[in-house]
C-alpha cells in the first residue's frame, strides 16, 4: 500500500474502504487496512507496515495463535492471542517496531 491510501487505516472510514480482510496467519503478515482478521494458528512475528508513518492497526485472531515474539518487529512478546479478542498494534516508525496494547 502506497503512504497515499493511508486512509484504510483512518479509525474513521465510511463505506468507499475496503472492508477489514482476512490474512492467513504465517511468521510475516502485510495488513492493508485498519483491522484485519488472522486465520489460522502460526505465530505472528513480523508484520509488514502498510504506510511509513506512525499508524495503529487492530488484529483480530479467527483461531487462538500462540505467543507473538520479538524475533521480528514487534517490540513486546504477546501472551497467547484469544480467538476474536482484538490486538491493537502502534507502530513506531523511529524504531520500525509494533508495539501490542495488552490486557492484563
Known amino acids: ?5 493511508f486512509q484504510n487505516l483512518s479509525t474513521v472510514q465510511s463505506n468507499k474502504q475496503p472492508q477489514p480482510p482476512t490474512i492467513a496467519s504465517a511468521t510475516t503478515i502485510a495488513p492493508t487496512s485498519f483491522i484485519s482478521f488472522v486465520s489460522s494458528t502460526t505465530p505472528v512475528t513480523t508484520i509488514t507496515p502498510p504506510v511509513t508513518g506512525a499508524h495503529m492497526l487492530v488484529l483480530i485472531p479467527t483461531a487462538a495463535l500462540p505467543a507473538m515474539t520479538t524475533t521480528g518487529n514487534i517490540a513486546v512478546v504477546t501472551t497467547t492471542a484469544t480467538a476474536n479478542v482484538p490486538i491493537l498494534f502502534f507502530y513506531n516508525p523511529i524504531n520500525g517496531k509494533y508495539y501490542p496494547l495488552q490486557n492484563s
Open 1 to 5: 500500500m502506497s503512504d497515499l491510501l
